[in-house]
């Protein structure tokens, strides 16, 4: 530690209020409107981290971190008995999307936010604010109004929410000047599915198989989230076995996606040859999954206590003659890629993400690092085995599309690096602890942390006494990788805009929920 780190101001210093003793792993404080606020400025000076924002009726949460050492995390909340609350995005704009949301499903309303059109709700639900604590009748359809963009030249593309291809539905606003972009604006909240109000009353069974389903993508780490939180808030360990497992498939699916995620991009940049071999090896990557754990995606394969299916020697075989295959093959692709003169020409300098965005969102995945943001949560906070596993956490500073690529390609060789090493050393040992089904005697709250293969995915949640749901809350790391999108895009030309939007990759379903 140096002489100025040991004089840097504690940022949690004054946040005082009652401690919430069934919280856990990090602490839960209630806190007053000007503790709350008090927070927020120190979010927009950057001594806190954003981690998360989220309600229930007449109180909001807010998850926050050192930004100078993310291992320290603090959940504040404040209550806003005439549903108000001083806005975080008032200052922080981070914040502003999760508050609007919050608002859309709560009708709790931050004090001084900018923006508070709808987000989440576009009048199509039949009811407003369908988690408050008073329900009211559905706000009437109304035109969205996007931000205006003046200029002699300037020009609108409306792009979505329906796409081409199979992507998910999003609504884009390009205004342009000529070929040039000068805004992005995104409307999102197609995918909303009301997971949060599902998850109201569920049972822990079948409130793990809706935390899968929030991304299919990344139902692994959703799978991973929720059932830590769940043994967080439970005092559950799950046995050593069960946690290898649940890295070997984490992993697996972190491959898979960055295969798939390379050669689209390279599709995108009219590299079509990349896509198809990239698709190939993702493919091989899903055969052995179903094979070893029954399902392609290994959904519903991780629940609290444990996991549901082990592995045998013969799979942990295929499974290290996968990696060896891959290696060897994703190995010719990146030369492909790397000696591609017209493909460097469409990634090189395109969409770059400044790192002081990066870092004022606190960008994680491939986004953030690829913008000089050393992120990992399999780090920081860190959990079970990767204390035990050697791997590196690449970390670029252009933060173009270029970047993004070359990060997934280095996670694409740590992942296999970590796959051979949770297979050669798997432990022996039982899958699931044996008060993984036992109900819970008493409410208790728990908080978790997981490193999907987009980044940071949080699951916070309130089991009541019978052992159900009382209030659970997930966030995708999209929340705060979309919003830089629209920076990135700006000062490029339309045609980029795919290229670019693939090499963010932002889940549209994670968001959404």
Not at 246 to 252: G, H, V, Y
């Given at each position: ?451 999907g293969f987009r980044g940071d995915i949080l699951a916070w949640i309130r089991i009541g006494a019978t052992g159900r749901i009382e209030r659970c809350h997930l966030r995708d790391p999209s929340w705060f990788q979309w919003p830089l999108l629209e920076a990135a895009i700006e000062n490029n030309i339309v045609a980029d805009f795919p290229i670019c939007n693939k090499s963010f990759n932002c889940s549209y379903s994670g968001h959404d929920l």
């Amino acid at each position: 530690m140096t002489m100025s780190d040991q004089l840097l101001p504690d940022p949690f210093d004054r946040l005082n209020g009652r401690i919430v003793a069934e919280h856990g792993p990090w602490p839960r404080i209630e806190v007053q409107a000007d503790i709350w606020a008090e927070a927020a400025d120190r979010l927009s000076r950057e001594t806190l981290t954003l981690l998360a924002l989220w309600g229930e009726p007449q109180i909001v949460h807010m998850a926050i971190a050192d930004a100078n050492d993310p291992n320290r995390i603090l959940v504040l909340s404040t209550s806003c008995p005439d549903g108000r609350y001083p806005s975080v995005g008032r200052v922080h704009p981070p914040a502003i999307r999760l508050e609007r949301a919050v608002a859309d499903l709560f009708a709790l309303v931050p004090v001084g936010l900018p923006d508070t059109r709808p987000w989440l709700d576009h009048g199509k639900w039949g009811v407003q604010a369908p988690l408050a604590a008073q329900r009211n009748d559905a706000r009437p359809a109304e035109e969205y109004g996007f931000l205006p963009v003046e200029g002699e030249n300037i020009h609108e593309l409306p792009v979505g929410p329906v796409h081409a291809g199979i992507i998910e539905p999003g609504h884009f606003r390009i205004s342009a000047d000529g070929e040039t972009v000068v805004r992005l604006e995104e409307r999102l909240g197609y995918t909303h599915k009301g997971i949060e109000s599902l998850l109201q009353g569920a049972d822990l069974e079948r409130a793990a198989r809706l935390a899968c389903r929030c991304s299919g993508d990344s139902t692994v780490a959703y799978g991973l989230a929720f059932a830590r939180a769940v043994e967080a808030a439970l005092g559950w360990i799950p046995p050593t076995r069960a946690a290898w497992l649940r890295a070997l498939m984490a992993e697996l699916e972190r491959l898979a996606n960055h295969l798939g995620d390379v050669g689209a991009i390279c599709n995108d940049g009219g590299f079509a040859i990349m896509l198809a071999h990239c698709s190939a090896l993702r493919e091989q990557v899903l055969r052995e999954a179903g094979a070893c754990f029954g399902h392609r995606l290994m959904m519903d394969c991780i629940v609290p206590g444990g996991v549901v299916g082990d592995i045998d020697p013969a799979g942990a075989a295929r499974i290290a003659a996968l990696t060896a295959d891959i290696r060897r093959r994703f190995q010719r692709l990146v030369e492909l890629y790397d000696s591609t003169a017209s493909m460097q020409d469409r990634t090189v300098g395109t969409g770059v993400l400044r790192r002081a965005f990066a870092g004022q969102f606190a960008a994680g995945g491939f986004v953030g690092r690829a913008s000089g943001r050393k992120c990992d949560a399999r780090r920081w906070p860190g959990y079970a085995p990767y204390d035990e596993l050697e791997f590196d956490i690449p970390v670029l500073q252009e933060g173009d599309v270029n970047a993004r690529l070359w990060i997934r390609v280095r996670e694409v060789e740590q992942s296999i690096r970590l796959i051979e090493q949770i297979v050669a050393k798997l432990p022996d040992g039982p899958i699931r602890t044996e008060n993984g089904s036992s109900p819970a005697n008493a409410a208790s709250e728990g908080m978790a942390i997981v490193e999907g293969f987009r980044g940071d995915i949080l699951a916070w949640i309130r089991i009541g006494a019978t052992g159900r749901i009382e209030r659970c809350h997930l966030r995708d790391p999209s929340w705060f990788q979309w919003p830089l999108l629209e920076a990135a895009i700006e000062n490029n030309i339309v045609a980029d805009f795919p290229i670019c939007n693939k090499s963010f990759n932002c889940s549209y379903s994670g968001h959404d929920l």
